[in-house]
């Protein structure tokens, strides 16, 4: 299953919607496929310009390596030796926090990533799931 564009919209507004409900900062948020790509991308009003690449990073991690933002930040603090080495090989893309969601279909097959940031790494991961779950689809935090 490939992840689509009109899902890919769907996580972002359904995201979106619930950094507002919790009242969160401006919230940024991108969808990669499972190679990595962007499929789309949202910044709200008031977000810094430099939070694409914050999200980003959260998602290309979580695409790359397999594991979730919080599965990341687990390591990083186990192995920072891995989590750096990590990061040379991905050309510093990698941001190891909560905000990665790990994206995988119904079989279990890993199909993206979605990055979230602006709030605290906690509160973006919680707003990402939110969108995820408006999906269907299964979302590692």
Request: glycine letters at 14%; charged letters at 20%; a neutral charge.
């Amino acid at each position: 299953m490939a992840l689509s564009l009109r899902r890919a919209r769907t996580i972002i507004r359904k995201t979106l919607e619930k950094g507002r409900e919790m009242d969160l900062k401006p919230l940024s948020v991108v969808v990669l496929d499972a190679g990595g790509h962007v499929i789309a991308f949202e910044r709200e009003d008031g977000a810094a310009p430099g939070r694409f690449a914050i999200a980003h990073g959260k998602a290309y991690g979580s695409v790359m390596l397999g594991m979730a933002g919080t599965a990341q930040m687990a390591r990083a603090e186990q192995q920072a030796y891995f989590m750096s080495a990590m990061n040379g090989v991905f050309g510093g893309q990698v941001v190891p926090v909560p905000g990665g969601i790990l994206l995988r279909d119904r079989k279990g097959a890993v199909i993206g990533a979605v990055g979230v940031t602006g709030d605290t790494s906690d509160n973006d991961a919680v707003a990402a799931m939110s969108g995820v779950e408006a999906t269907g689809l299964n979302g590692e935090a």
